[in-house]
């Protein structure tokens, strides 16, 4: 990578820190599921229980917040530094992965900081949200996959060091991998989506030990990684056999979930499907009226002027990737088709935070095709779309993340009936 | 085998930088087709997975913590068993709970820390790490009218019981209904609990000794009148 790009990434990480950083201690209470999540990481750490939390869910969210509790106290940034840094790092990653993908810089800025500024990470990366930092673990596995399938092939002419640099590569990317299934089994199909795609990377599988590589990487990693986030839990006296019937127990557990488990009025229950989420306007939150010309609102929203593109922008890249008989091209729209057919399927409710791990692949597919049709029609296209979208984007960050904002220009988004207002 | 693969990748290591593999396995073909780098790192996620089985294996176990002698017990009030279990330092146990089934109403049901009562004796070992699995004897004769019961929630059959079901709890333990003829045996010494109202003192006492069931502590609860 050189400087001038390193130098850029540098930006875009501070840029999507700032937005995420910007006055974190308000609320200085603990708001919406932090009441849980803050006691279940020392209720985990010290006794290895997941209690105010549910207990279905993989253990490593606990680790992870317990240390930034140690680092940051028992205060709004312990509480959420965590997904600030990692919300920022995944815009980064953004970046890298559409470079990956495209080649080009334009449409990786441009994925970069349409994730950067996407008020709905932003308003996660503001709050313990379990998706942004496993959303930037899986991204993290799936850009550096993304560098090893690059690297050496079978019957390359290779030395030792290069292999070294190849085999960390795709340990690193199981290792993360690992993280992102030990926070959340959201990311079983991209686990193995890559575990396949690794396998029959230039025929890898026909070669016993390529394939004995990728399989025990791939696999032995994240699950070992998988089995020692549970070390606090295994202190309560449990076996690993017992480990299994607990995941069992809760797979089974989450698939009986309906809108009636959950606490009646909470502010996900409006929209329980993700079949609306890249095609219809979805508003949700809580907020106070300060005046008649004044409020303060946190909300969810998908921000329909960017995610309406995502379904049109994947039937675009399939299109180019099928023509082009590129793999690579084909990966933004492989990978997540593989998150959002779990989440059309799965026999539960499904709720708006559970997108935020799908948005990279949504922006990359986006910012692909507006590079490739300015590049058709005007260069001055992408700075058109770009501005507008970051406008759109930034318009709307006040208006998310609790700030004194003037009711008027906002007054058809918050006329929206699923908004408690207090 | 083992050895030859450490010498293979001490060999590798010694030549790298100048040689390939291909070359590496031609000056060595004894180990050269084994011994290559993603052997190597084949071999080393499958020793890290062990590793990680170990390590937790290990740490379970240690946590597990028996009574130093096999005692009987007789109480007047449930609470009591707690202070039993304490003070015999055990820790990490399984539960044969011959008893209704026990109150698991979770963090939520407590304003503040949770504190031990008459009905909470059971979810509040298990808070405090005395218990990690608990099995609730339902009598025979009652296990259909139990399973249908509206507020029990069975998330699934326990494979090779007849009858068995995990329940669903806000905790997450392990906590298994079944019947006293579908009651399996168990390896590892166990804490027993029975109600004297709900099951037969002796005939409960014989259903573990067929059941090869070994308990380190035997609590009996029965109401003073009864005594």
Known sequence: MKKNEAILLLVLFLFAFSLRFYDLSYPDFKWMDENAHVPAAIHYWNDGQSEPDNWEHPPLRHIILYGFLKLFGDNPFGWRMRNVLSGAIAAVLTYLFARQISGSRKTALMAGLLLATDPLHVVFSRYTCDEVYGGAFFLAAVVLYVKYAGTLKVGDTSNVTDAHKQGMLFVLSAFFMGCALAIKWNFVPGWILVLLLALFRNADSRDVRSAAFVSSIYLLVPLSMYLLSYYQWFGRGYTVKELMELVINGYYSLQSYTSETYIPGMTFLSHPSASEWFVRPIVMGQGIYLNAHLGEFNLFVNNPPVWILTIPSMIGLAIVAVRKKSMTIALPVIFFCASYMLFLFVRRPVFLYSAVPLLPFAFTAIAFLTVKLSDRFSAKLYYAVLALMLSWSLFLYPLVTAKKVPIAPYRYILDDTHINIT | ?227
Request: charged share 25%; net charge negative; aromatic share 10%.
């Open chain 2, 1 to 227: 085998m083992l050895v030859r693969v450490l010498k293979g990748i001490v060999m590798v290591k010694e030549n790298s930088g100048d040689l390939s593999f291909k070359e590496v396995a031609k000056e060595h073909p004894a180990t050269g087709i084994l011994l290559n780098v993603r052997t190597a790192y084949s071999l080393t996620a499958i020793l890290l997975f062990i590793m990680a089985i170990i390590v937790v294996t290990y740490h379970g176990s240690n946590s597990r913590l028996f009574a130093s002698d096999k005692a009987e017990f007789t109480v007047e009030n449930p609470e009591l068993a707690y202070e039993i279990w304490k003070e015999k330092q055990v820790q990490g146990r399984v539960l044969l709970l011959f008893d209704s089934y026990p109150h698991m109403g979770g963090f939520g049901a407590y304003d503040g820390i949770p504190r031990l009562n008459r009905s909470n004796l059971i979810e509040f070992c298990v808070f405090q790490n005395i218990i990690r699995k608990i099995y609730v004897i339902v009598p025979d004769q009652d296990w259909e009218e139990f399973r249908r019961h509206p507020f029990l929630h069975p998330l699934r059959e326990v494979a090779g019981v007849e009858r068995g079901l995990y329940l669903d709890n806000l905790s997450g333990v392990l906590m298994i209904a079944t019947t006293p003829s579908s009651l399996p045996h168990m390896a590892e010494e166990t804490l027993v609990y029975i109600n004297d109202r709900m099951f037969n003192y002796e005939t409960t006492l014989d259903l573990l000794s067929r059941k090869w069931i070994v308990s380190d502590i035997l609590i009996r609860y029965r109401v003073k009148e009864e005594m």
